[in-house]
């Protein structure tokens, strides 16, 4: 929906520094750019100056035209497990994920999240709920308080993990969509000392099919074992089939990249 002309020049006239401007536009993607409109992204990207203190974290809520819906916009320093942090949160405070996106420049140590979320109760929110919320989100991406939301495994689950260049391992997930997937999956990458760096998951009926572009080592049976609570079933595709599929992947999402995480669902533990 946007054009990285576009932002740059919504963000001319701010404080912004031009050097800044062009080391974030130059590390988003294609799939990021095309996600909101460039003055959405553009005041995302404000968030991003001045520096981030060293336990900094900046976040924005604002209403979304979805019944209940709120758009969050969360601007940290770039680590593993900020995902895992912001889906399990929410899902804590009653909240539904329909979408998210994340960016990262690790050479810039920031990142960008932004998921639009609806209450699964259909509550009205007051100021204080979303203060209470601020302070655990704060917490939890400072790694201090985390949040575990609860998940149950629903199903049998398929992983194909494939190592690709620069230290980066391409795994693709076939799950059930089931409550808490998101931060399920987030969750084990964080705790295998893993870094999503880029992804994209659709829904498709009733299963949740997404491709997790990661730093790290990723042992393809625990994860699938873990989220389907059973035997894993590790996809044996031929090599080479997955070292196209895995170009195609990088294409699209990149090293530093967007992700669009889709139709989520997690609420809390009750």
């Given at each position: 929906m946007a054009s990285a002309a576009d932002v740059r020049e919504l963000l001319a006239p701010t404080t912004l520094p031009a050097p800044l401007v062009d080391a974030l536009l130059d590390g988003a993607t294609v799939t990021?750019?095309?996600?909101?409109?460039?003055?959405?992204l553009a005041g995302?990207?404000?968030?991003?100056?001045?520096?981030?203190?060293?336990d900094e974290v900046r976040a924005t809520i604002k209403a979304v035209t979805e019944p209940a819906g709120w758009r969050v916009a969360v601007v940290a320093h770039d680590r593993p497990g900020l995902l895992a942090a912001t889906a399990g949160v929410l899902a804590w405070h009653g909240l539904s994920l329909t979408s998210a996106a994340i960016v990262s420049w690790p050479e810039l140590d920031i990142a960008l999240q932004c998921v639009t979320a609806v209450d699964t109760g259909d509550h009205d929110r007051l100021p204080g709920d979303w203060d209470d919320m601020g302070k655990t989100l704060r917490a939890a991406l400072a790694g201090t308080h985390p949040v575990d939301p609860g998940f149950v495994p629903s199903g049998q689950v398929r992983v194909q993990s494939?190592?690709?260049?620069?230290?980066?391992?391409?795994?693709?997930i076939e799950a059930p969509d089931s409550v808490g997937l998101l931060w399920a999956i987030a969750h084990w990458f964080e705790t295998h000392g893993c870094n999503i760096e880029g992804s994209t998951m659709r829904q498709e009926g009733s299963e949740a099919k997404g491709t997790f572009l990661v730093t790290g080592?990723?042992?393809?049976?625990?994860?699938?074992?873990?989220?389907?609570?059973?035997?894993?079933?590790?996809w044996t595709l031929p090599s080479t089939a997955v070292r196209v599929a895995a170009k195609a992947g990088l294409a699209a999402v990149g090293v530093t990249a967007a992700v669009a995480l889709k139709s989520l669902r997690a609420v809390r533990r009750r």
């Amino acid at each position: 929906m946007a054009s990285a002309a576009d932002v740059r020049e919504l963000l001319a006239p701010t404080t912004l520094p031009a050097p800044l401007v062009d080391a974030l536009l130059d590390g988003a993607t294609v799939t990021w750019l095309l996600g909101e409109p460039a003055e959405v992204l553009a005041g995302d990207l404000a968030m991003c100056h001045p520096p981030l203190g060293p336990d900094e974290v900046r976040a924005t809520i604002k209403a979304v035209t979805e019944p209940a819906g709120w758009r969050v916009a969360v601007v940290a320093h770039d680590r593993p497990g900020l995902l895992a942090a912001t889906a399990g949160v929410l899902a804590w405070h009653g909240l539904s994920l329909t979408s998210a996106a994340i960016v990262s420049w690790p050479e810039l140590d920031i990142a960008l999240q932004c998921v639009t979320a609806v209450d699964t109760g259909d509550h009205d929110r007051l100021p204080g709920d979303w203060d209470d919320m601020g302070k655990t989100l704060r917490a939890a991406l400072a790694g201090t308080h985390p949040v575990d939301p609860g998940f149950v495994p629903s199903g049998q689950v398929r992983v194909q993990s494939t190592p690709q260049d620069h230290g980066h391992v391409l795994v693709t997930i076939e799950a059930p969509d089931s409550v808490g997937l998101l931060w399920a999956i987030a969750h084990w990458f964080e705790t295998h000392g893993c870094n999503i760096e880029g992804s994209t998951m659709r829904q498709e009926g009733s299963e949740a099919k997404g491709t997790f572009l990661v730093t790290g080592t990723v042992d393809g049976h625990a994860l699938a074992a873990a989220l389907s609570g059973r035997p894993a079933r590790l996809w044996t595709l031929p090599s080479t089939a997955v070292r196209v599929a895995a170009k195609a992947g990088l294409a699209a999402v990149g090293v530093t990249a967007a992700v669009a995480l889709k139709s989520l669902r997690a609420v809390r533990r009750r």
